[in-house]
């Protein structure tokens, strides 16, 4: 696995979003040789500029690279890209790597990885990230991975060109089952700042002042010093992140829950609470919009 | 108000108890002139060693002192402390101020303030703090205040010996709505936290990691860290806190949320999982008991 | 305490609003003696036609009647007609029984009995309704009472002639109590109605036909076969009651399970969702308007 | 369709358990042909010397029947009785009708109806009950159709034979659909009304008068007079139905709330409830058995 040019894998990234952009971008700062493929050319363009190789389906990446970095929507575009025309598993698979970095449902993770093993051999790692669009930029990404500790190790040198934190959390599924327990901290943490700057402000302080009065202590995070000022001021675009989305993890959270026999009465409220900003501000609000739910009448 | 030994004012403190300790320590660190009172007299001792004034009440205290300060247990404390025998009101309070660090209920601050005002002119700043007795120690309290601005920029040096982060939130009142804030975000946190916890335990991942796993993204914060390693394992002694002193802040949030027409489901539901948490582990359990709510049966 | 008409005590009625009206024609329908009161005169002329007494104050309607009714909108109007000028209080209270059908806090219930009791000797059974004007019209009120149980029996040929049901749940504040109860299952329900009327008419069934489907089955209830086709066909005039009232009556049950250290998550949450409709639709719409905040967006 | 006998169609009963065996035994007692089939064959000993006909498979009911009933445990279930071996599909179909009295969910109902049609010709009407034993024993039950109106008039004289309340609610799927509404009534009813006498026994009130207090008022339901007494008396055995039973239709609310964009707060929340008793009580727990959870530490 290890190629001519300094002991370093070929890589390969498929879906090159407003993540996959900047990841490959670091990608190839860190002097990586990649190919990429994205199912709407133009996207690659910068990239090949910066020294990326184009490839024309996620099929010729995997036969340019042994580690195949991928970020994409859904579950579906997850499977198309894998299984479908000129898809990974059409590929010579042995000793080749998947890496996904999508947020999917851990039991779909674990079934795709399962059938795409038994097609042609190649390995996977769910690896979804946290820290959003900056932390990508900025190489800043946590990321949590599910898979063999072997594999896991093997792309630890990559990763950290585009991520300040690699953890490995277990067998396949379990990086998908961190993500979302990332999403009930996240989600709930945004329905319980939405209630306290409404508190703030129905009693009458400067509910913009919180994430400084409160910086450093047990009630400071990212959320904090991001959200409240947001919705103190009613800024909601551009979006950071839409209703929707958060929903659907939220959603995915229970499901899971239900499966595994957990109890989890916050993040099932949380859910209901972005179902209810869904039916009155819609599903591609901003998530930060369920504080107008608590809005005073005019 | 400036005395003749450098431009500083002279200092007291009530109440020596696990935050006025270390507090004190603080201010006389950095050279102030403290008189210190406790009910129990034998908690100044170390302080008196390290050059603090014994007083022998907190009108005696008043006596000495421009600037109070206080940190105590509960509203009748502080009551007891301003009104009964020997209390501040009985002191000469032209041009002296009471900082107040004690958690109380909003409404209860802005009475008691008006009755000082009215009995001899004391003025009052309302300064609760976050941050524990840790904070205490190492002097990285975050602290809200409410009062007069000016009252508030006179004392920012003194509490600056203290705290990190000293913020004014608006008139006398708002520390105290301010620290109700910092309570819906910790209360919430702690049993989203316990989901979270629980959810990876289910399904089968190291919940060990998941402060690792999720450090520097939108999940983490103090909580995170502190919190999820002792529910995993179990750690639940010494307290970080007692079930029933976070439900008695929870259920003021909802009362002020009540008198503030402030919709609040979560910090509603948290109140009542530590209510549960409060009849089926009982009043004085460590607050992150309430994950052993959702304990599998044996 | 028996007069000469034929083993019957004299009547006295204070309030005579929309239950108080009703309930005293029933009194004088039976052939009781009643004197009667209320704070604005009109209001009695219709009963005076019918029979009644008029009394110029409640110490004057406490002159003429050994067993005093009332029914008043909250607990400082009551407290006013025992204690405020030509109070109740005033009278000679040997061997009198107040029975209050107002809906009060039961510590308020309590307290007022005892100063009452102190000062001449008056009894107290609290008796909350549960009906409605209907209830009081067709004397099908169920009543619920607190108190000594003699005085529940003496009192109970008088009470038959109002209500269906008259039932002694235990001493002072028991009545009230029980109205709480009532008042967790009703809100609930009312907050549980929206959510399955909103369920059949977004899964495209005729939820106005819910009533009748589910006749006679544990889903049934008063407020099934009422509520339901209001909020499917958006009739909330004149309204069944304000948003404000149900809330109140909630914030109590809240603060009451507070103080006996119970959980209510359910009604705990129902409360929000009221607090949520009156951000949202005023504290005066019908409390059936929560329906409204699962609308989907036009 | 119509045969010699009368005027009336010959039926069959498939699946003989607790609701199957009183049901068949009302039809056979309005003078009906009804042919039986159930997986273990004992079942149905009672029913042939009642004047039941024994058929060796569901098939082989069909052969003899043109409106076939069944009432199974779930839909695969029903999916082994309708294309399994010997299965309904097998038959022939024309101009018969399946009538499924089982709760399943709605998407499942429609999918299955679907493909008997194409296979077959045979058409559907869902049919699930309310009302339990006790309703199927005494032919109370109120049972929601979804399908045909011409098919649900059809069947409608044989139904009214076993219940007392037999509603169209809509196309295929409806009946479903309104047996999902009244378990959210009744799972929430469960939830609140175990609040309720939790508050009245700590309140220091006789909980197991209740029912009787608030009987005919907008509280009364036959929850509230069967459930609070066994709750208030610690009654759990034989149980009114298991923790896992509720739980899964609370599931399945939660579920078509999700698909169809509802919010449902206070049914997400009973769910957790439900779900967190599993976890402490165990999945066969009696459902009232949530009221422990707010047990008061020994």
Redesign the interface.
């Known amino acids: 696995m290890v190629d001519s040019a300094g002991g370093k894998e070929k890589l390969g990234y498929l879906g090159l979003g407003l993540m996959g952009l900047p990841m490959t971008k670091r990608l190839l700062g860190a002097g990586y040789d990649v190919a990429v493929w994205n199912r709407s050319p133009g996207k690659a363009n910068a990239l090949l500029e910066a020294g990326a190789k184009a490839a024309v389906s996620p099929r010729d990446v995997a036969a340019h690279a042994s580690i195949i970095f991928m970020c994409l929507t859904d579950a579906s575009a997850v499977e198309e890209v894998v299984f479908g025309d000129n898809g990974l598993s059409g590929a010579d698979g042995n000793g080749k790597l998947v890496v996904d970095f999508s947020s999917i449902h ?1 039991d779909k993770t674990k079934s795709i990885a399962a059938r795409l093993k038994a097609a042609n051999g190649m390995g996977w790692i769910d690896a979804p990230v ?3 669009t900056k ?1 990508a930029e900025e190489a ?3 990321i ?1 991975a ?1 898979g063999e500790a072997a594999d896991v190790e093997r792309i630890r040198p990559y990763i950290l060109a585009m991520a ?2 690699f ?1 490995h ?2 067998p396949t599924g ?1 990086g998908q ?2 993500k ?3 999403q ?3 989600g ?2 945004m ?3 939405a ?6 402000v ?5 509910a913009k ?2 994430p ?13 010093q991001l959200f409240v000022p947001r919705m103190a001021q009613g800024i909601h675009s551009p979006p950071l992140g839409h209703i929707h989305t958060m929903l659907k993890d939220l ?1 995915t ?6 499966d ?14 972005f ?2 900003g ?5 599903a591609d609000a901003d998530a930060l919009e369920i504080y107008k ?5 005019e």
């Open positions: 851990p946290s820290g959003g932390g800043t990404l946590a949590m599910g300040r934190n953890t959390m277990g379990a089952m961190t979302l327990c990332n009930v901290i996240v709930c943490a329905a319980v700042l209630e306290a700057t409404r508190l703030a129905n009693a009458g302080i400067d002042r919180l400084e009065a409160l910086a450093g202590g047990f009630a400071d995070s990212i959320p904090l959603d959270v229970v499901a899971v829950a239900q595994t026999s957990t109890p989890v009465p916050m993040a099932a409220l949380a859910a209901q609470i179902r209810m869904k039916a009155v501000r819609g739910l608590s809005a005073p009448k």
